[in-house]
């Protein structure tokens, strides 16, 4: 497994975040003058990013989406989340003994994520995961992002690894698209914010818990 990077997507694969992302949607909300909305009613719009999240909370009371009031939400959702990032997100289970077993093996591992590169920063040094990984790219470090696969091969650069000793990790179609493009096998793990199961959208290896992942890894391997 030497010289192999593992790249993983965050939301909903390194992290559970739904809790505070929905916190930030229900301030904002208030804020509009709207009640709480159930976090199984949001999470789906997860991935899709705050402003999606914002729109379906306004939909759930059946309140017209006004782009002009989003906008000015979008950017005291972004604040109070910046200061509540994580008071209930948490890694997955097993995630970080899975990635010391793999790192011992000589595997290195990098973050690409359509989240903001200064926020995604602020979580994994907040829950203490950033020692894990040599390169991380949002959506606003390269000038392309997900499903876009320069996001994806770019960080790969950042990290100093090669894009034939490659794999990615996520939970969405748009990983998974990403990963065909830059033609990356992918894991898939089921965990996540999504409509569509993750074994319908066929990745090469689905987990259902990071014990799993090494197993998954060495059955990808590059020959």
């Given at each position: 497994?030497?010289?192999?990077?593992?790249?993983?997507?965050?939301?909903?694969?390194?992290?559970?975040?739904?809790?505070?992302?929905?916190?930030?949607?229900?301030?904002?909300?208030?804020?509009?003058?709207?009640?709480?909305?159930?976090?199984?009613?949001?999470?789906?719009?997860?991935?899709?990013?705050?402003?999606?999240?914002?729109?379906?909370?306004?939909?759930?009371?059946?309140?017209?989406?006004?782009?002009?009031?989003?906008?000015?939400?979008?950017?005291?959702?972004?604040?109070?989340?910046?200061?509540?990032?994580?008071?209930?997100?948490?890694?997955?289970?097993?995630?970080?003994?899975?990635?010391?077993?793999?790192?011992?093996?000589?595997?290195?591992?990098?973050?690409?994520?359509?989240?903001?590169?200064?926020?995604?920063?602020?979580?994994?040094?907040?829950?203490?995961?950033?020692?894990?990984?040599?390169?991380?790219?949002?959506?606003?470090?390269?000038?392309?992002?997900?499903?876009?696969?320069?996001?994806?091969?770019?960080?790969?650069?950042?990290?100093?690894?090669?894009?034939?000793?490659?794999?990615?990790?996520?939970?969405?179609?748009?990983?998974?698209?990403?990963a065909r493009a830059a033609g990356i096998p992918v894991i898939g793990v089921p965990f996540g914010y999504k409509d569509v199961p993750m074994r319908d959208l066929g990745p090469d290896r689905l987990i259902e818990h990071y014990r799993d992942l090494d197993a998954a890894v060495r059955g990808l391997l590059p020959a």
């Amino acid at each position: 497994m030497q010289n192999l990077t593992v790249v993983f997507d965050l939301d909903g694969t390194l992290v559970e975040t739904a809790p505070d992302l929905v916190g930030a949607t229900n301030h904002v909300l208030g804020l509009a003058g709207l009640g709480p909305v159930p976090a199984a009613s949001v999470r789906p719009s997860i991935s899709f990013g705050a402003r999606t999240m914002i729109e379906a909370g306004f939909r759930l009371h059946g309140r017209p989406v006004d782009t002009a009031a989003i906008d000015g939400l979008l950017q005291q959702f972004l604040a109070y989340y910046a200061a509540n990032i994580a008071v209930e997100s948490h890694a997955y289970p097993g995630l970080e003994t899975a990635l010391d077993g793999l790192a011992a093996k000589g595997v290195q591992f990098a973050v690409c994520t359509n989240k903001q590169e200064r926020l995604s920063r602020k979580l994994l040094d907040a829950l203490g995961l950033s020692r894990h990984f040599k390169a991380l790219a949002g959506r606003d470090t390269f000038p392309v992002f997900k499903p876009d696969p320069g996001h994806l091969t770019g960080v790969i650069r950042r990290a100093g690894g090669d894009i034939g000793r490659a794999i990615m990790v996520g939970d969405s179609d748009t990983d998974i698209k990403t990963a065909r493009a830059a033609g990356i096998p992918v894991i898939g793990v089921p965990f996540g914010y999504k409509d569509v199961p993750m074994r319908d959208l066929g990745p090469d290896r689905l987990i259902e818990h990071y014990r799993d992942l090494d197993a998954a890894v060495r059955g990808l391997l590059p020959a």
